[in-house]
C-alpha cells in the first residue's frame, strides 16, 4: 500500500493469502509483501489481485481447488512459509434466519476452509525455518453481536480450530495465531451499508459502537497479521490480537 515502510523482516519468504485479492485480504498481501515476502493470492476471482503478486483461483470450499492451487504455488516458489486463512464470508440474522444449506455453505468456506488450506501446505509449512498461520477471527468470536448468529458460531469455530492448530503443531516448528477484527472498512461492509434502509445512520451506529469512533481500517489489521507472522512474534502462538478499537473489552463512559 501506499507509504507503506518496508521492513525486510520476511525478505526470502513465501506467503500465501487467502481472499487475498480484495478487502482485508489485498491490505494483508501489500503489507507482508512490503516486508519482503513473495505473495501467492488464493481466491475465487483473482481479477483484483495485484499484478505484482502471483494470483490462483481457487475455492476454500472445495478440496481439490485447494490442493491444487496450494500445489501450484508450491511449484511457483518451491517453498511455502506462512499461510493467512482470510478467506470468509458474512451472514446476517438470528438462529432463525439462515437455512441448513446457509449454514454448512458459511461453515465449509470459514472454518474447513482454513482447515483444507493448512493441511495442502502443512508438508511445506514443516520445511520451513520460519513457518506460520495466522487465521482472520472476528471481534465476535469473543463478543456477542445481535443479527450475527451464524456468523459468529463460525469464527468462534475459527478461534478454537487457531488454539487446536498451535497445539497440534507447535513442535513441529509451525506457529498459530489469529486475528480479530472489529467492524472494518471493507467492500463487505459497504454492500451491507449499501442494503441498509438508511446507510449513513447504519455507518454512524457502526462507528459509534467501536469505542475510538470510527471503523477499523485494513491496513491496521494487515499490521497485526504481519507482526504475527514475522519472527518478533517467535514466542507468539495459540493467541489472537483484537484491532478492533477497543470493542471488545473496554466500556467506556458516555460523554
Avoid at 232 to 249: K, L, R, Y
Wanted: glycine share 10%.
Amino acid at each position: 500500500m501506499g507509504g507503506t515502510e518496508v521492513t525486510g523482516a520476511l525478505e526470502g519468504l513465501v506467503a500465501i493469502v487467502t481472499g487475498g485479492a480484495s478487502g482485508i485480504g489485498a491490505a494483508i498481501a501489500h503489507r507482508l509483501h512490503a516486508d519482503g515476502a513473495q505473495i501467492a493470492v488464493l481466491d475465487r476471482d483473482t481479477s483484483g489481485a495485484d499484478a505484482a503478486f502471483a494470483a490462483f483461483t481457487a475455492d476454500v470450499s472445495d478440496r481439490a481447488s485447494v490442493d491444487a492451487a496450494v500445489a501450484a504455488v508450491a511449484e511457483r516458489f518451491g517453498r511455502i512459509d506462512i499461510v493467512v486463512n482470510n478467506a470468509g464470508i458474512g451472514a446476517q440474522g438470528d438462529i432463525a434466519a439462515n437455512d441448513d444449506d446457509e449454514w454448512a455453505r458459511v461453515l465449509s468456506i470459514n472454518v474447513t476452509g482454513i482447515a483444507r488450506v493448512t493441511a495442502a501446505a502443512l508438508p511445506w509449512l514443516r520445511q520451513s525455518p520460519s513457518a506460520s498461520v495466522c487465521n482472520t477471527a472476528s471481534i465476535a468470536s469473543t463478543t456477542g453481536l445481535p443479527q450475527r448468529a451464524l456468523y459468529s458460531a463460525s469464527k468462534g469455530a475459527v478461534s478454537a480450530l487457531t488454539r487446536a492448530m498451535a497445539a497440534d503443531h507447535l513442535r513441529e516448528g509451525i506457529r498459530v495465531n489469529a486475528v480479530n477484527p472489529g467492524t472494518a472498512d471493507t467492500p463487505w461492509v459497504g454492500r451491507l451499508l449499501d442494503s441498509a434502509s438508511d446507510p449513513a445512520a447504519e455507518r454512524a451506529a457502526l462507528e459509534a459502537r467501536q469505542p475510538h469512533g470510527r471503523l477499523v481500517s485494513p491496513d491496521e489489521v494487515a499490521a497485526a497479521v504481519a507482526y504475527l507472522v514475522g519472527p518478533s512474534a517467535g514466542s507468539t502462538t495459540g493467541t489472537f490480537i483484537e484491532v478492533d478499537g477497543g470493542m471488545a473489552q473496554l466500556r467506556l463512559r458516555a460523554e
